[in-house]
């Protein structure tokens, strides 16, 4: 009989769900699960070449020490006492994990738990540091607390869609199809495109503004300072609800027109056409994602974002507010345990004594981080100096993903200890491991992910963990326990997020948002069969649904928004407003005159360690390409599909030239996902420099100047 499973994509953050089938030779099949609130039975190319996928080629199938396999005692104590060496000689900073919204959430509470609550040190950041921190860093300025206020639902519902520093259709695709037929069924929408180039997002765009890289400031303090002289402005919404309206409207208001269109390198009428758009349009959906974050000015973009939904009101209402969309399937999941090394767990902040004191007293642990710990980039110099004596890496790639890759690669060659545990013993990341540890898949797999609409979902186990590999909250607990802490005797995921949901209610959590507390004390089935669900969760839960399939569906609970009467998380319950000035965005010089902008295609994931596996996948765009504008083609003299080479003053790589006019003049872009693995010195992060946000940290992976010339082999 063939048995078929409930799951979730281990793609992007827009958390499909997905029915995996199991028929009696083994053969496994995938479907759209059509219960699943975020997709109804709809899959992009990625979700539905999963069973392409989950092959054993490359596995990582036994632990390893130096080359040789071991046993699990052996490598288990030797990162244990590794680790607690490096820490009795040196300090709990002298130690870090660097983990990945790969994880699932039951994966992320452990290591967090270890890391601050028994190591004492918060040196755990995570590749979602490169793909939303600035979100979450704009959010807590804004609201208080880390909290997406609206829903999938919202983009439907709206009347206006803008799309900023977003290619939805590639790198949400399913979202994206839920746009474009809510377009397709209601012709009066409008959607608004802000990319500096034309993508296929655009296509359905009834306005695409070709913005100058890094003018998303000037541009939405324009439209506030537009705003503000219309009646758009909801003058009750600001006084019951807001502070600091004054001065951000003076900030905003500063710069003239001439120097508008000069800072966003737009006209005069597509600025007029997106600002009376937004006036006159009630129902208002900003969505935003890596344009906006990966900057070095990202955290302001976001607020100056949000300062616009405020003036209006638009905020928690159906069909309107702002829309950050998160890049990977657990991003939100890992916000949700303190997966960032600038937070505590269950949305608490670590710079506060309160919070602190409540998250070691709940965890009866020795001790608690007092401060902040090391953000993605930060960490990787503190290896490359050596303040870091001992790194374990789990489910990431950091040799390809990391800007200035090549140091990157070079600091972890470097590391007294490194640890990785990964599916996969092939990964640019893995050959540079002292210890290996082998993880389990997807489809082996058993916890929860939370999505870009703050929807918690089960990824469930469908296929036999292989050989000998482990889950990562096992192996976590495992080294956890060798290094002399109680608390980590967890014997299932099932009783990993019983204690993630206590945490996030005890004590009323300090009065945050996030509250799962309704799901305290789920027992295994419940778990087992959890149907998808949104935080805050209601009072009496969602225990369990009817289903004919292994795992739970149906439909459920009505959309949950936040902030459309206030209510925001700061002391006063009141939002604030954050004066944000346009940062100086050219960096181009004479010998880097281009800016290279990187991103995603439609049929790859990350750095293709999975994805990379279907033939079908990458039959879509079968190698990198830079995508170049015909004038500057000319110039350089680069043919179509001719090779140019592209350098920073961090590196070089050698990609073929794709000339088009959806590229605007200057600009390149490169796709990110490609390494050594797939193509040579393709690795497109070894050019981008580690230049980060001041406030979160991220890594400005869109604004790079670099040079192009043709490729001359020697
Ligand atoms: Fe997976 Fe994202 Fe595609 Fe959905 S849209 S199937 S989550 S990759």
């Given at each position: 009989?063939?048995?078929?499973?409930?799951?979730?994509?281990?793609?992007?953050?827009?958390?499909?769900?997905?029915?995996?089938r199991?028929?009696?030779?083994?053969?496994?099949?995938?479907?759209?699960?059509?219960?699943?609130?975020?997709?109804?039975?709809?899959l992009?190319?990625?979700?539905?070449?999963?069973?392409?996928?989950?092959?054993?080629?490359?596995?990582?199938?036994?632990?390893?020490?130096d080359g040789?396999?071991?046993?699990?005692?052996?490598?288990?104590?030797?990162?244990?006492?590794?680790?607690?060496?490096?820490?009795?000689?040196?300090g709990?900073?002298?130690?870090?994990?660097?983990?990945?919204?790969?994880?699932?959430?039951?994966?992320?509470?452990?290591?967090n738990?270890?890391?601050?609550?028994?190591?004492?040190?918060?040196?755990?950041?995570?590749?979602?540091?490169?793909?939303?921190?600035?979100?979450?860093?704009?959010?807590?300025?804004?609201?208080?607390?880390d909290?997406?206020?609206?829903t999938y639902e919202?983009?439907?519902?709206?009347?206006?869609?803008v799309?900023?520093?977003?290619?939805?259709?590639?790198?949400?695709?399913?979202?994206?199809?839920r746009?474009?037929a809510?377009?397709?069924?209601?012709?009066?929408?409008?959607?608004v495109?802000i990319?500096p180039?034309?993508?296929?997002?655009?296509?359905?765009?009834?306005?695409?503004l070709?913005?100058?890289?890094?003018?998303?400031?000037?541009?939405?303090?324009?439209?506030l300072?537009?705003?503000?002289?219309?009646?758009?402005?909801?003058?009750?919404?600001?006084?019951?609800?807001?502070?600091?309206?004054?001065?951000?409207?003076?900030?905003?208001?500063?710069?003239?027109?001439?120097?508008?269109?000069?800072?966003t390198?737009?006209?005069?009428s597509?600025?007029?056409q997106?600002?009376?758009?937004?006036e006159?349009?009630?129902?208002?959906?900003?969505?935003?994602?890596?344009?906006?974050?990966?900057?070095?000015?990202?955290?302001?973009?976001?607020n100056?974002?949000?300062?616009?939904?405020?003036?209006?009101?638009?905020i928690?209402?159906?069909g309107?507010?702002?829309f950050?969309?998160?890049?990977?399937?657990?991003?939100?999941?890992?916000?949700?345990?303190?997966?960032?090394?600038?937070?505590?767990?269950?949305?608490?902040?670590?710079e506060?004594?309160?919070?602190?004191?409540?998250?070691?007293?709940f965890?009866?642990?020795?001790?608690?981080?007092?401060?902040?710990?090391?953000?993605?980039?930060?960490?990787?110099?503190?290896?490359?100096?050596?303040?870091?004596?001992?790194?374990?890496?789990?489910a990431?790639?950091?040799?390809?993903?990391?800007?200035?890759?090549?140091?990157?690669?070079a600091?972890?060659?470097a590391?007294p200890f490194?640890?990785?545990?990964?599916?996969?013993?092939?990964?640019?990341?893995?050959?540079?491991?002292?210890?290996?540890?082998?993880?389990?898949g997807?489809?082996?797999?058993?916890g929860?992910?939370?999505?870009?609409?703050?929807?918690?979902?089960?990824q469930?186990p469908?296929?036999?963990a292989?050989?000998?590999?482990?889950?990562?909250?096992w192996?976590?607990?495992?080294?956890?326990?060798?290094?002399?802490?109680?608390?980590?005797?967890?014997?299932?995921?099932?009783?990993?997020?019983?204690?993630?949901a206590?945490?996030?209610?005890?004590?009323?959590?300090?009065?945050?948002?996030?509250?799962?507390?309704?799901?305290?004390?789920?027992?295994?089935?419940s778990?087992r069969?959890l149907?998808?669900?949104?935080?805050?969760?209601?009072?009496?839960?969602?225990?369990?649904?009817?289903?004919?399939?292994?795992?739970g569906?149906?439909?459920?609970?009505?959309?949950?928004?936040?902030?459309?009467?206030?209510g925001f998380?700061?002391?006063?319950?009141?939002a604030?407003?954050?004066a944000?000035?346009?940062a100086?965005?050219?960096?181009?010089?004479?010998?880097?005159p281009?800016?290279?902008?990187?991103?995603?295609?439609?049929d790859?994931?990350?750095?293709m360690?999975r994805?990379?596996?279907?033939?079908?996948?990458s039959?879509?765009?079968?190698?990198?390409?830079?995508?170049?504008?015909?004038?500057?083609?000319?110039e350089?003299?680069?043919?179509?599909?001719?090779?140019?080479?592209?350098?920073?003053p961090?590196?070089?790589?050698?990609?073929?030239?794709?000339?088009?006019?959806?590229?605007?003049?200057?600009?390149?872009?490169?796709?990110?996902?490609?390494?050594?693995?797939?193509?040579?010195?393709?690795?497109?992060?070894?050019?981008?420099?580690p230049?980060?946000?001041k406030?979160?940290?991220?890594?400005a992976?869109?604004?790079?100047?670099?040079?192009?010339?043709?490729?001359?082999?020697?």
């Amino acid at each position: 009989m063939p048995i078929e499973t409930k799951t979730t994509c281990p793609y992007c953050g827009v958390g499909c769900g997905v029915i995996a089938r199991v028929d009696d030779d083994g053969a496994v099949s995938v479907k759209g699960d059509p219960d699943h609130p975020a997709n109804f039975g709809r899959l992009c190319s990625k979700g539905s070449a999963l069973a392409e996928t989950i092959d054993l080629d490359g596995r990582l199938l036994h632990p390893e020490i130096d080359g040789r396999q071991a046993g699990w005692d052996e490598a288990l104590d030797l990162v244990a006492q590794r680790f607690s060496g490096a820490i009795a000689e040196h300090g709990p900073d002298a130690v870090a994990f660097y983990v990945s919204g790969q994880l699932l959430t039951e994966d992320y509470y452990v290591a967090n738990k270890l890391m601050k609550g028994f190591i004492g040190s918060a040196n755990i950041d995570t590749n979602s540091r490169l793909c939303m921190s600035s979100s979450v860093a704009g959010h807590r300025r804004a609201f208080g607390s880390d909290t997406v206020p609206g829903t999938y639902e919202d983009l439907e519902l709206a009347d206006l869609v803008v799309l900023a520093g977003s290619n939805l259709a590639w790198c949400h695709p399913v979202l994206y199809q839920r746009l474009a037929a809510a377009k397709a069924a209601r012709p009066g929408m409008k959607v608004v495109v802000i990319d500096p180039r034309r993508t296929m997002t655009a296509d359905i765009a009834d306005l695409h503004l070709a913005i100058r890289p890094d003018g998303d400031v000037a541009l939405f303090n324009g439209l506030l300072a537009h705003l503000a002289k219309s009646t758009a402005i909801d003058e009750n919404y600001l006084a019951m609800h807001t502070q600091g309206f004054a001065e951000a409207f003076a900030t905003a208001s500063s710069m003239t027109f001439t120097e508008l269109m000069d800072r966003t390198g737009l006209g005069a009428s597509g600025l007029r056409q997106f600002f009376g758009l937004f006036e006159r349009t009630e129902k208002v959906v900003t969505c935003y994602s890596q344009g906006v974050n990966q900057s070095s000015s990202g955290t302001d973009k976001v607020n100056a974002i949000l300062n616009c939904h405020l003036a209006t009101g638009r905020i928690g209402r159906p069909g309107m507010g702002p829309f950050s969309l998160t890049g990977q399937p657990n991003a939100m999941g890992g916000r949700e345990v303190g997966g960032l090394a600038n937070m505590l767990a269950a949305h608490m902040a670590i710079e506060c004594a309160a919070d602190r004191n409540r998250v070691q007293r709940f965890w009866a642990s020795p001790r608690i981080a007092v401060r902040p710990g090391l953000k993605a980039v930060d960490l990787f110099d503190a290896v490359a100096d050596g303040r870091i004596k001992a790194l374990w890496i789990m489910a990431t790639n950091p040799v390809v993903s990391m800007p200035d890759a090549a140091a990157v690669e070079a600091a972890i060659k470097a590391c007294p200890f490194v640890v990785v545990s990964d599916v996969l013993k092939t990964t640019d990341t893995a050959r540079h491991a002292h210890v290996l540890l082998p993880s389990l898949g997807w489809g082996e797999k058993d916890g929860t992910v939370t999505n870009s609409e703050r929807r918690i979902s089960r990824q469930r186990p469908f296929l036999r963990a292989p050989c000998e590999a482990r889950a990562d909250w096992w192996q976590l607990s495992e080294v956890a326990r060798r290094m002399g802490f109680a608390g980590f005797g967890y014997a299932a995921p099932a009783e990993i997020f019983d204690e993630h949901a206590e945490l996030s209610a005890f004590e009323n959590n300090g009065s945050r948002d996030f509250d799962i507390g309704a799901y305290v004390g789920l027992d295994r089935e419940s778990y087992r069969t959890l149907p998808p669900f949104q935080w805050p969760a209601p009072a009496n839960g969602i225990k369990a649904s009817a289903s004919n399939t292994t795992g739970g569906g149906g439909k459920e609970e009505k959309a949950r928004r936040f902030f459309a009467d206030g209510g925001f998380y700061h002391p006063d319950g009141r939002a604030r407003f954050v004066a944000v000035t346009p940062a100086q965005t050219d960096r181009t010089s004479t010998d880097y005159p281009f800016t290279l902008n990187t991103g995603r295609i439609r049929d790859q994931w990350h750095t293709m360690t999975r994805t990379g596996k279907s033939a079908r996948l990458s039959a879509h765009i079968a190698e990198p390409f830079a995508e170049l504008h015909p004038r500057d083609a000319i110039e350089i003299g680069v043919g179509n599909a001719a090779l140019v080479e592209l350098k920073s003053p961090h590196g070089k790589t050698i990609v073929r030239a794709l000339i088009t006019d959806r590229q605007t003049r200057s600009n390149i872009f490169v796709p990110m996902h490609w390494n050594d693995q797939f193509a040579s010195r393709a690795r497109i992060d070894t050019l981008v420099p580690p230049l980060t946000d001041k406030v979160s940290g991220q890594p400005a992976s869109k604004n790079v100047a670099v040079s192009a010339q043709p490729f001359a082999a020697s």
